[in-house]
């Protein structure tokens, strides 16, 4: 396991992102207060710099290899989630529907909660039908964040 992590923006709620990965692919990127030990690798390299480019409003798609753990259902639920574009939004509800059951709406939700990648396939762009701001796994505030940095809040 290789392990790098990106000081954050002043502005973040959070000091880190930290980022694990094996030699082919990014397993997790998660946000901290916390220093993390560094053990890098390419991977964990060229996660960082995008990362540096996403924050600074120079990238809006990552393009990393990433492997997505979880069950068959949140592999579906994060294929959704990828198609979110930088700048929009979708419900959990909406997300539901293309996925055949609006009354997986939860559902959807708990996958969100379990994706340890969370700024790559990206959670913080799905918000509740009402357009409220519910869950995510760095909190509400970082959600947030996230959200008025690629312009979705005023």
């Given amino acids: 396991m290789y392990f790098d992590q990106l000081k954050c923006p ?5 000091h880190f992102a930290n980022i694990i990965a094996t030699n082919e692919h990014i397993i ?17 390299e060229l996660c960082k ?5 996403y924050f600074s409003k120079k ?9 997505s753990q979880g069950t068959i259902f ?8 990828l198609k979110i574009p930088f700048g ?5 509800k909406e997300i539901a ?21 969370s700024i790559i396939v990206p959670c913080h762009r799905v918000i509740s039908s009402d357009g409220g701001l519910k869950g995510y796994a760095g909190g509400l505030t970082t959600k947030k ?10």
């Fill in 88 to 92: 929009y939004t979708s419900s959990y």
């Fill in 74 to 81: 949140s592999s579906t639920v994060y294929d959704e989630l």
């Fill in 10 to 14: 002043k502005s973040f709620p959070l």
């Fill in 97 to 117: 529907i293309s996925l055949g059951s609006k009354n997986k709406s939860r559902a959807v939700g708990h996958a969100c909660s379990l994706n340890k990648i």
């Fill in 59 to 67: 990238l809006t798609v990552f393009c990393l290899p990433f492997i």
């Fill in 145 to 154: 964040w996230l959200l008025n940095h690629e312009s979705l809040l005023k």
């Fill in 49 to 53: 710099q995008q990362l540096i480019l």
């Fill in 28 to 44: 997790e990127v998660m946000f901290s207060n916390s220093a993390l030990e560094t053990n890098k690798n390419e991977i964990t």
